[in-house]
C-alpha cells in the first residue's frame, strides 16, 4: 500500500516521470485530471467547477472563497478515498497536507528544465509556462507554503540532469527503503485522515475556513468562527459531528491559521 506523491509545477514532465513509476510498479496511476473527474462523480457536480477551484483567482473573486474551500474539501475528502487500499503513484499539486501526515507516503518534488523533454509526456493545456506560475501561486495561497521548497518532500529530481526513466528509476529505488513500507502507526494515520476530510466536507457549508483533526475517534475542530460570542453555534456543530459514524468525542477551538493567507 506505499503511495508516491509526486508534487510539481510541471505537470507534463512530472506526469511523464509517474506514468513510467507506475507502470514499472504495478501501481494505479492518478493525474490531476482523473482526481477531478471522480470528484465530480461523487459529489455530483461538474468537472469545470472542481477545475475553476484549482486555479488563482483574479483578485477581484477573492473574497468569494466559500465555494472554493467547499470544492477542494471534496477533492480532499476524493485523495482519500482513493489513497485507502491503493498502491498509488498521485502527480499533481494538490493535497500536501494529506501526504505530510502519512509516513509511507514518499513525496516527490520534480524540478523540469526548460530544454526537457520527456519522452511519454500526457499533454495537457496550460500544463507549463504561465500554468506552472498559477500552481505556485495557487499552493502559495491555499497551503501557505512555497510548492517548490525541497524541505516539504522526500525525494527532488532535477530534470536537467537526468530523463524520464532515471527519474523513475530513482523514485522506485526510494520507495524500496524501509521508510516508505505501511506500518500500523501510518495506516491509522490514512484513517484518521480520512474520517478528518469527511467531517470538513460535511462542515464546509457552515464553516468555510474549518481544519479538522482526527485521533481514534477524538475529532479538533479548528476555526475563527468558534468565538465566545458564537458559542451557541459552536455547540451545535460540536453536537452534528457527535452524531456521525466513527465520531467519540469532539473538541471545538479557535483559529489554527491553516488559512491566514486565503
Known amino acids: 500500500m506505499s503511495i508516491?506523491?509526486?508534487i510539481s509545477q510541471h505537470s507534463r514532465e512530472s506526469a511523464a516521470i509517474a506514468g513510467v513509476a507506475a507502470s514499472r510498479l504495478?501501481?494505479?496511476l492518478v493525474l490531476m485530471e482523473e482526481l477531478v473527474k471522480t470528484a465530480a462523480q461523487r459529489f455530483q457536480t461538474s468537472e469545470a467547477e472542481l477545475f475553476q477551484a484549482l486555479k488563482e483567482p483574479p483578485l477581484i473573486q477573492r473574497m468569494a472563497r466559500k465555494p472554493k474551500l467547499k470544492q477542494i474539501a471534496w477533492l480532499d475528502q476524493t485523495l482519500c478515498e482513493l489513497?485507502?487500499?491503493n498502491q498509488m503513484v498521485f502527480c499533481g499539486y494538490l493535497g500536501y497536507p494529506?501526504?505530510?501526515e502519512i509516513s509511507h507516503v514518499l513525496k516527490v518534488l520534480v524540478l523540469a528544465h526548460p530544454d526537457a523533454h520527456p519522452t511519454t509526456p500526457p499533454v495537457s493545456p496550460g500544463a507549463n509556462g504561465r500554468g506552472g506560475i498559477r500552481?505556485?501561486?495557487w499552493?502559495?495561497?491555499i497551503y501557505n507554503a512555497r510548492l517548490d521548497d525541497p524541505n516539504l518532500y522526500d525525494l527532488t529530481l532535477n530534470?536537467?540532469?537526468m530523463s524520464t526513466e532515471e527519474a523513475a528509476d530513482v523514485v522506485i529505488s526510494t520507495l524500496g527503503q524501509q521508510r516508505f513500507r505501511p506500518m500500523t502507526y501510518s495506516l491509522n494515520c490514512m484513517c484518521n485522515l480520512d474520517l478528518a476530510c469527511q467531517i470538513r466536507t460535511a462542515l464546509v457549508d457552515q464553516v468555510p475556513d474549518v481544519e479538522v483533526k482526527a485521533h481514534d475517534g477524538t475529532i479538533y475542530l479548528y476555526s475563527r468562527t468558534f468565538k465566545r460570542s458564537k458559542r451557541q453555534k459552536a455547540l451545535e456543530i460540536k453536537e452534528s459531528v457527535m452524531h456521525m459514524e466513527g465520531v467519540n468525542y469532539v473538541e471545538v477551538c479557535g483559529e489554527k491559521g491553516l488559512f491566514d493567507s486565503f
Open 4 to 6: 508516491v506523491a509526486i
Open 98 to 100: 494529506i501526504f505530510h
Open 26 to 28: 504495478g501501481y494505479r
Open 159 to 161: 530534470l536537467h540532469h
Open 139 to 141: 499552493f502559495q495561497r
Open 135 to 137: 500552481k505556485i501561486k
Open 83 to 85: 489513497m485507502a487500499g
